[in-house]
C-alpha cells in the first residue's frame, strides 16, 4: 500500500496486548505503511530507553519498570514479549530508523495517583461501598500491572452510569464479542477470529484486521462508555495531545500501535484545550525507568499479572513457528518427554497431529488450537494421565523463558554491585527453581553463602536455606534459588542503604539493632551478622544483645534468644569469627534460665506446657553446641554449665508441680544423655502411670517421653519394659475417661513411622506370657525374654561389629607400624569404649 493509497490521519492500530496474532499483523501492517513514526502505548520517560530494544544484549520478555524515587517500594510495570505487539512495533521503527515514542500517561501521574488511590481506598472505603461509582482499572502502580487501565482486550472494563451513581460489574469486551459470536469461551473466540487468521500471508489487506477490531470496541464504548475507569479518559486525553505533536512534526504519515480499547478515544475529535482540562491538576511523583528481566512465567495469569495470558510459552511458539505450527509444537512436546525419560516415538508425534486436526474439525475451528493439541497429547503421549500433562503445562504451555538486558540498562547502584558479584561469583539468576549446595571450605562457595546472607539482611528474597544432605557439621549450606522479576524492586529499596551490597547490609542490621525491642529480634540479627560476614555492624548488634539481655528477665525470651547465639558460636569456628563475646553474652542468658526454668514450668495450661515444651527441647540443644564450642569461647565453663543444665532437667522431671509433657521430655532427655539410668526411668514412667494419677496427665507424660519425631518409637521397641508400663496403664484406663486421652495418645503414637507402629503392634500382641520382661521389670527376674532380646549386652559380638561400623564411616585409619589390619581391627575395639561419634 502507498502512502497515497492509505485513508487520512494516523493509522490506528489496535491491538490485544501480549497476542501473536496482533503482532504478526502490527508487523504486517508497517511494513505495508512504512510509516515516518511509530507511536507505542507506554510511559514517555521512557523514550529515552528505547534504543536498548536493538542491543544484542537485550533478549524478551522483559519490561519497563517505573518506581518512585522517594518511595521504590510504589513502581509498576510494563512487561513486553517478543509476541507482544507494541515490542514488535519499536523493534520495526529501531530497524527501519523511524522515531519510536512512547505516548501513555508519564509513569511519574500515574505512580502518584495509584498511591494516592491506595490512601483513598484505606480510607474511604465506607464511601465507596455507597456507591460513587469509581472504577478500578488494571493498572498503573499495582506493582506488576502493565500500566494500562484496561485496553479491552486483557483487562475487565465496567460502567459507572448515569452520573456515577449506580455501578456496574466490569465487564470483559473480549467476553462480550465472543458470547455474540456464540462462543462460551472467549480465549477460543480471539484465536478461531485473529491468532488462526493472521498469519502471514493470508490477509490480503493489512489493515483489514484492526478497521474491524476498531468497529467493534467503537461498538462496545457506544453501549459501555469509558468502562467505568476514570484514569482511562485521562491517559486517552494525554494520547492525544502526544498525537497532535507528532502530526505537527511528520504529519499523518505515523502510526499508533495501542490497546484496542483506547482506539475510538484516539478517533474522536477533541479540542486540545479539553484534553488539556482533563490532565490539569494530576498528582506527580520524581520517577525512575529502566529495563529488567521478566518471566513467561510471570506472564501467566495464575502468577498474579493480571492483564497477562494463560499460556505465554504456546503463544511465543505460535509466533516464532514460520509455518506448520502443530507439528512443531508436538515435536517440542516429544522432546521434553523424552529428556523426562519417558518413551515417545515419532509415531506418537505424527497420531498426536492427526488427532489433534481431527479434534479441530470436529469442533468446527480454523486450525487446531491449544485445547486440541492439549487434548490430543493427553490422550496420544500421556496415554490419559495428567501427571505428565502437567509437566508440559508447566515447561511449556507457560514457558521458563528468563529474558536479559544489556549492561548498558540504566540501574541503582546497589543492582549494578550485585550484578558484578553474580557474575564473579557464577551465580546467574534463573527463573526456574534449583536447590544450591555450598561446602563452606571452598573460597567460593564461602563468598556465595555471604552473597546470599546478605541479601536475606537486605529483604532480598533470592535464596531461602533448604534442608540439605544429612551432615552433622557446619561447613555446608543448601540454598533454594529463584529468581523473580519482582526482586527489582526489593534491590531498589534496599538501595536505600547503600551502593554495594557489604554497606547496605551493614547500614541495614546496625539500623535494626537500634530498633529492635524483643531479646530474640537481637539474637537472630546477629546470627544473621555472622553468616552474612558484616564486622563493622557485629560490634553494634553485640552491644544490642548485651543491653536487651541485661534487661530481660523473660524466661521464655530467654529460651527463644539461646539456641540461635547458639548456632552463632558454632558457625563462628568455621568461618574464623572471633566471637567471644557472643560467648559470654550466651553463657549469662544460659546461666539465667537454669535458675528461672524450674518455676516457669508450673501452673501451666495444655497450650502453654506444649510451648514450653518446645523452649526446652530449644534449650537442651542450644546447651549442647554451646558446651561444645566451649574451648573457643574464653571463660565459659562448659563442665559446670553441662551439670547446671542436667540438675535442672532433674528437677523438672521429678517435681510433680511441673505439667506432664514437660516432665516426659526432661525424663527421656536425661535418659538420651546417659545422665538417667533405666531403672530410674522405668521408676519414673510407673509414677507417671501410677493409677493416682489422672489419665490426661499420664497421657501428657507419655507424649513428652516417647511423642514427636525423636525416637521414641524405637525407644519402646527394644525395651520392652517401658513399652509394658505404658500397656498396662492403657489397658486400666477407665472406660468413660478413654475418650478424653485418645486424641492425645492418637498424636503421639500417629508421629512414629509405619515400620516401628508395626513392631509396636507385634509387640503388643504378643503380650505379656512372650514378653515377661514387660511385667517383670528385668528379663533375668523372670528367667524370660522377648524373643529376639538377650538379657543384656553381649560386648564380645558389638566389639566384632565396630571396625566394619569405621571402615564403611571412614573412620579406620589407625593400623599398626608395620602395616598389620588385624591389630587395626582387634587392639581398636578392644580400647574404645567411647560412642562412634565421639571419636572422629
Given at each position: 500500500?502507498?502512502?497515497?493509497?492509505?485513508?487520512?490521519?494516523?493509522?490506528?492500530?489496535?491491538?490485544?496486548?501480549?497476542?501473536?496474532?496482533?503482532?504478526?499483523?502490527?508487523?504486517?501492517?508497517?511494513?505495508?505503511?512504512?510509516?515516518?513514526?511509530v507511536l507505542v502505548e507506554g510511559p514517555p520517560e521512557?523514550?529515552?530507553?528505547?534504543?536498548?530494544?536493538?542491543?544484542?544484549?537485550?533478549?524478551?520478555?522483559?519490561?519497563?519498570?517505573?518506581?518512585?524515587?522517594?518511595?521504590?517500594?510504589?513502581?509498576?510495570?510494563?512487561?513486553?514479549?517478543?509476541?507482544?505487539?507494541?515490542?514488535?512495533?519499536?523493534?520495526?521503527?529501531?530497524?527501519?530508523?523511524?522515531?519510536?515514542?512512547?505516548?501513555?500517561?508519564?509513569?511519574?501521574?500515574?505512580?502518584?495517583?495509584?498511591?494516592?488511590?491506595?490512601?483513598?481506598?484505606?480510607?474511604?472505603?465506607?464511601?465507596?461501598?455507597?456507591?460513587?461509582?469509581?472504577?478500578?482499572?488494571?493498572?498503573?502502580?499495582?506493582?506488576?500491572?502493565?500500566?494500562?487501565?484496561?485496553?479491552?482486550?486483557?483487562?475487565?472494563?465496567?460502567?459507572?452510569?448515569?452520573?456515577?451513581?449506580?455501578?456496574?460489574?466490569?465487564?470483559?469486551?473480549?467476553?462480550?464479542?465472543?458470547?455474540?459470536?456464540?462462543?462460551?469461551?472467549?480465549?477460543?473466540?480471539?484465536?478461531?477470529v485473529v491468532e488462526h487468521r493472521t498469519r502471514d500471508?493470508?490477509?490480503?489487506?493489512?489493515?483489514?484486521?484492526?478497521?474491524?477490531?476498531?468497529?467493534?470496541?467503537?461498538?462496545?464504548?457506544?453501549?459501555?462508555?469509558?468502562?467505568?475507569?476514570?484514569?482511562?479518559?485521562?491517559?486517552?486525553?494525554?494520547?492525544?495531545?502526544?498525537?497532535?505533536?507528532?502530526?505537527?512534526?511528520?504529519?499523518?504519515?505515523?502510526?499508533?500501535?495501542?490497546?484496542?480499547?483506547?482506539?475510538?478515544?484516539?478517533?474522536?475529535?477533541?479540542?486540545?484545550?479539553?484534553?488539556?482540562?482533563?490532565?490539569?491538576?494530576?498528582?506527580?511523583?520524581?520517577?525512575?525507568?529502566?529495563?529488567?528481566?521478566?518471566?513467561?512465567?510471570?506472564?501467566?495469569?495464575?502468577?498474579?499479572?493480571?492483564?497477562?495470558?494463560?499460556?505465554?510459552?504456546?503463544?511465543?511458539?505460535?509466533?516464532?513457528?514460520?509455518?506448520?505450527?502443530?507439528?512443531?509444537?508436538?515435536?517440542?512436546?516429544?522432546?521434553?518427554?523424552?529428556?523426562?525419560?519417558?518413551?515417545?516415538?515419532?509415531?506418537?508425534?505424527?497420531?498426536?497431529?492427526?488427532?489433534?486436526?481431527?479434534?479441530?474439525?470436529?469442533?468446527?475451528?480454523?486450525?487446531?488450537?491449544?485445547?486440541?493439541?492439549?487434548?490430543?497429547?493427553?490422550?496420544?503421549?500421556?496415554?490419559?494421565?495428567?501427571?505428565?500433562?502437567?509437566?508440559?503445562?508447566?515447561?511449556?504451555?507457560?514457558?521458563?523463558?528468563?529474558?536479559?538486558?544489556?549492561?548498558?540498562?540504566?540501574?541503582?547502584?546497589?543492582?549494578?554491585?550485585?550484578?558484578?558479584?553474580?557474575?564473579?561469583?557464577?551465580?546467574k539468576p534463573e527463573a526456574q527453581e534449583r536447590e544450591?549446595?555450598?561446602?563452606?571450605?571452598?573460597?567460593?562457595?564461602?563468598?556465595?553463602?555471604?552473597?546470599?546472607?546478605?541479601?536475606?539482611?537486605?529483604?532480598?528474597?533470592?535464596?531461602?536455606?533448604?534442608?540439605?544432605?544429612?551432615?552433622?557439621?557446619?561447613?555446608?549450606?543448601?540454598?533454594?534459588?529463584?529468581?523473580?522479576?519482582?526482586?527489582?524492586?526489593?534491590?531498589?529499596?534496599?538501595?536505600?542503604?547503600?551502593?554495594?551490597?557489604?554497606?547496605?547490609?551493614?547500614?541495614?542490621?546496625?539500623?535494626?539493632?537500634?530498633?529492635?525491642?524483643?531479646?530474640?529480634?537481637?539474637?537472630?540479627?546477629?546470627?544473621?551478622?555472622?553468616?552474612?560476614?558484616?564486622?563493622?555492624?557485629?560490634?553494634?548488634?553485640?552491644?544490642?544483645?548485651?543491653?536487651?539481655?541485661?534487661?530481660?528477665?523473660?524466661?521464655?525470651?530467654?529460651?527463644?534468644?539461646?539456641?540461635?547465639?547458639?548456632?552463632?558460636?558454632?558457625?563462628?569456628?568455621?568461618?574464623?569469627?572471633?566471637?567471644?563475646?557472643?560467648?559470654?553474652?550466651?553463657?549469662?542468658?544460659?546461666?539465667?534460665?537454669?535458675?528461672?526454668?524450674?518455676?516457669?514450668?508450673?501452673?501451666?495450661?495444655?497450650?502453654?506446657?506444649?510451648?514450653?515444651?518446645?523452649?526446652?527441647?530449644?534449650?537442651?540443644?542450644?546447651?549442647?553446641?554451646?558446651?561444645?564450642?566451649?574451648?573457643?569461647?574464653?571463660?565459659?565453663?562448659?563442665?559446670?554449665?553441662?551439670?547446671?543444665?542436667?540438675?535442672?532437667?532433674?528437677?523438672?522431671?521429678?517435681?510433680?508441680?511441673?505439667?506432664?509433657?514437660?516432665?516426659?521430655?526432661?525424663?527421656?532427655?536425661?535418659?538420651?544423655?546417659?545422665?538417667?539410668?533405666?531403672?530410674?526411668?522405668?521408676?519414673?514412667?510407673?509414677?507417671?502411670?501410677?493409677?493416682?494419677?489422672?489419665?490426661?496427665?499420664?497421657?501428657?507424660?507419655?507424649?513428652?517421653?516417647?511423642?514427636?519425631?525423636?525416637?521414641?518409637?524405637?525407644?519402646?521397641?527394644?525395651?520392652?519394659?517401658?513399652?509394658?508400663?505404658?500397656?498396662?496403664?492403657?489397658?486400666?484406663?477407665?472406660?468413660?475417661?478413654?475418650?478424653?486421652?485418645?486424641?492425645?495418645?492418637?498424636?503421639?503414637?500417629?508421629?512414629?513411622?509405619?515400620?516401628?507402629?508395626?513392631?509396636?503392634?507385634?509387640?503388643?500382641?504378643?503380650?505379656?506370657?512372650?514378653?515377661?520382661?514387660?511385667?517383670?521389670?528385668?528379663?533375668?527376674?523372670?528367667?524370660?525374654?522377648?524373643?529376639?532380646?538377650?538379657?543384656?549386652?553381649?560386648?564380645?559380638?558389638?566389639?566384632?561389629?565396630?571396625?566394619?561400623?569405621?571402615?564403611?564411616?571412614?573412620?579406620?585409619?589407625?593400623?599398626?607400624?608395620?602395616?598389620?589390619?588385624?591389630?587395626?581391627?582387634?587392639?581398636?575395639?578392644?580400647?574404645?569404649?567411647?560412642?562412634?561419634?565421639?571419636?572422629?
Open positions: 500500500m502507498t502512502r497515497a493509497e492509505r485513508p487520512a490521519g494516523p493509522l490506528l492500530l489496535g491491538v490485544r496486548h501480549h497476542g501473536p496474532g496482533s503482532a504478526r499483523a502490527v508487523r504486517a501492517a508497517l511494513d505495508a505503511a512504512c510509516p515516518r513514526a521512557a523514550d529515552a530507553l528505547l534504543p536498548l530494544a536493538a542491543d544484542e544484549g537485550m533478549r524478551p520478555p522483559v519490561a519497563l519498570l517505573a518506581h518512585a524515587v522517594d518511595d521504590p517500594g510504589q513502581a509498576a510495570f510494563w512487561p513486553l514479549a517478543a509476541f507482544s505487539p507494541e515490542w514488535v512495533a519499536i523493534r520495526w521503527a529501531l530497524e527501519h530508523g523511524v522515531p519510536a515514542r512512547f505516548i501513555d500517561l508519564p509513569a511519574a501521574n500515574s505512580l502518584a495517583m495509584a498511591q494516592a488511590a491506595e490512601r483513598e481506598a484505606d480510607s474511604g472505603e465506607n464511601e465507596n461501598e455507597n456507591g460513587n461509582g469509581n472504577g478500578n482499572g488494571n493498572g498503573e502502580g499495582n506493582g506488576e500491572g502493565n500500566g494500562e487501565g484496561g485496553d479491552g482486550t486483557d483487562g475487565g472494563v465496567g460502567d459507572a452510569g448515569a452520573g456515577g451513581s449506580t455501578a456496574r460489574a466490569p465487564i470483559d469486551p473480549i467476553g462480550v464479542l465472543a458470547g455474540t459470536a456464540g462462543y462460551d469461551d472467549p480465549e477460543r473466540w480471539w484465536e478461531d500471508g493470508e490477509a490480503v489487506d493489512p489493515r483489514a484486521p484492526f478497521a474491524a477490531l476498531a468497529e467493534a470496541m467503537t461498538a462496545l464504548r457506544e453501549v459501555y462508555g469509558d468502562g467505568g475507569h476514570p484514569r482511562d479518559a485521562v491517559r486517552e486525553a494525554h494520547m492525544r495531545i502526544q498525537l497532535r505533536k507528532a502530526g505537527k512534526e511528520f504529519g499523518d504519515d505515523i502510526a499508533v500501535v495501542c490497546g484496542a480499547w483506547h482506539v475510538p478515544a484516539l478517533g474522536t475529535r477533541t479540542t486540545l484545550a479539553a484534553d488539556r482540562a482533563l490532565l490539569k491538576g494530576l498528582p506527580k511523583v520524581k520517577a525512575e525507568l529502566t529495563w529488567v528481566p521478566w518471566s513467561h512465567r510471570r506472564l501467566a495469569r495464575h502468577s498474579g499479572y493480571g492483564a497477562g495470558i494463560d499460556s505465554p510459552g504456546w503463544y511465543g511458539h505460535l509466533f516464532d513457528a514460520p509455518d506448520r505450527p502443530i507439528e512443531r509444537w508436538m515435536t517440542k512436546v516429544a522432546g521434553l518427554m523424552r529428556d523426562e525419560d519417558r518413551f515417545v516415538s515419532s509415531a506418537h508425534v505424527i497420531e498426536a497431529v492427526r488427532l489433534a486436526e481431527t479434534l479441530a474439525a470436529m469442533r468446527g475451528r480454523p486450525l487446531a488450537g491449544l485445547g486440541e493439541t492439549t487434548d490430543a497429547i493427553r490422550a496420544v503421549m500421556c496415554e490419559g494421565s495428567e501427571v505428565p500433562l502437567a509437566l508440559v503445562q508447566d515447561r511449556l504451555i507457560i514457558g521458563e523463558t528468563l529474558g536479559q538486558v544489556p549492561d548498558t540498562a540504566p540501574a541503582v547502584p546497589l543492582q549494578r554491585d550485585l550484578t558484578r558479584q553474580q557474575r564473579t561469583l557464577r551465580l544450591l549446595e555450598l561446602d563452606l571450605r571452598k573460597d567460593n562457595d564461602a563468598a556465595r553463602s555471604r552473597l546470599l546472607h546478605r541479601l536475606r539482611v537486605l529483604a532480598v528474597g533470592w535464596g531461602e536455606p533448604a534442608a540439605g544432605r544429612a551432615s552433622t557439621g557446619t561447613f555446608r549450606e543448601s540454598w533454594r534459588l529463584h529468581w523473580e522479576p519482582e526482586l527489582y524492586v526489593q534491590v531498589a529499596e534496599a538501595g536505600t542503604w547503600g551502593t554495594t551490597v557489604l554497606s547496605a547490609a551493614t547500614a541495614k542490621a546496625e539500623s535494626q539493632a537500634a530498633s529492635a525491642t524483643a531479646l530474640a529480634e537481637v539474637t537472630a540479627l546477629a546470627e544473621q551478622c555472622l553468616l552474612a560476614e558484616l564486622p563493622d555492624a557485629l560490634p553494634v548488634v553485640m552491644r544490642a544483645l548485651a543491653d536487651r539481655a541485661a534487661l530481660d528477665a523473660d524466661v521464655g525470651h530467654l529460651a527463644d534468644a539461646l539456641p540461635a547465639l547458639a548456632r552463632t558460636l558454632r558457625y563462628g569456628d568455621v568461618r574464623s569469627t572471633d566471637t567471644a563475646a557472643l560467648g559470654e553474652v550466651a553463657a549469662g542468658l544460659a546461666e539465667r534460665i537454669c535458675v528461672g526454668l524450674p518455676p516457669a514450668c508450673t501452673g501451666l495450661d495444655a497450650d502453654g506446657a506444649a510451648e514450653l515444651r518446645g523452649r526446652v527441647d530449644g534449650i537442651h540443644t542450644a546447651i549442647g553446641l554451646l558446651t561444645g564450642a566451649a574451648p573457643v569461647n574464653v571463660g565459659m565453663d562448659a563442665d559446670g554449665l553441662r551439670e547446671r543444665w542436667t540438675a535442672v532437667l532433674h528437677k523438672l522431671a521429678a517435681r510433680d508441680t511441673v505439667a506432664g509433657v514437660i516432665r516426659g521430655r526432661a525424663t527421656r532427655l536425661l535418659l538420651d544423655e546417659g545422665r538417667l539410668a533405666e531403672d530410674d526411668a522405668a521408676r519414673l514412667m510407673g509414677l507417671a502411670l501410677s493409677p493416682g494419677t489422672p489419665p490426661a496427665d499420664a497421657a501428657a507424660w507419655i507424649e513428652g517421653f516417647v511423642g514427636g519425631a525423636s525416637g521414641g518409637g524405637m525407644l519402646l521397641v527394644h525395651d520392652e519394659r517401658l513399652l509394658g508400663l505404658v500397656d498396662a496403664w492403657l489397658t486400666g484406663v477407665p472406660a468413660d475417661l478413654f475418650a478424653d486421652v485418645l486424641p492425645l495418645l492418637r498424636r503421639t503414637f500417629s508421629a512414629y513411622e509405619a515400620g516401628v507402629r508395626r513392631t509396636l503392634g507385634e509387640l503388643v500382641r504378643r503380650g505379656p506370657a512372650a514378653g515377661g520382661a514387660a511385667a517383670t521389670g528385668t528379663g533375668t527376674e523372670s528367667g524370660t525374654t522377648a524373643p529376639g532380646f538377650a538379657p543384656g549386652l553381649d560386648e564380645a559380638r558389638a566389639d566384632a561389629v565396630e571396625p566394619v561400623l569405621r571402615l564403611l564411616l571412614g573412620l579406620d585409619n589407625d593400623l599398626a607400624p608395620d602395616g598389620d589390619a588385624e591389630f587395626g581391627r582387634t587392639g581398636r575395639a578392644a580400647n574404645v569404649k567411647e560412642p562412634l561419634g565421639a571419636t572422629g
